[in-house]
């Protein structure tokens, strides 16, 4: 499973910091900031959500109301 998150689009409500540890808050600049992601496109990140961390990463993709955070399973397809 693996999680994708455009910092571009955060708008730093978060809410995604409450629902999983791997997104912490930056408060410099106003948004979270996903810890151990790999920088994939400018100010995109990707992260292998490591085992036993699915539902936190599900929920933390559900609750941010910007759409910033996408999930998708290990043959690609989008789950949230
Ligand atoms: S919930 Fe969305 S908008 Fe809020 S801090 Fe997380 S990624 Fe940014």
Do not use: H
């Not at 930056?26 to 920088?39: I, P, T, V």
């Amino acid at each position: 499973m693996k999680i994708r998150y455009d910092r571009n689009t955060c708008i730093g409500m978060f809410q995604c910091v409450d629902e999983w540890d791997a997104f912490e808050k930056n408060l410099d600049d106003g948004k979270a900031d996903l810890a151990g992601a790999e920088e994939v496109e400018d100010g995109v990140f990707e992260l292998e959500v490591p085992d036993g961390e699915e539902f936190e990463a599900e929920f933390s993709a559900r609750v941010c109301p910007v759409d910033a955070i996408e999930l998708y399973d290990d043959d690609g397809e989008q789950v949230v």
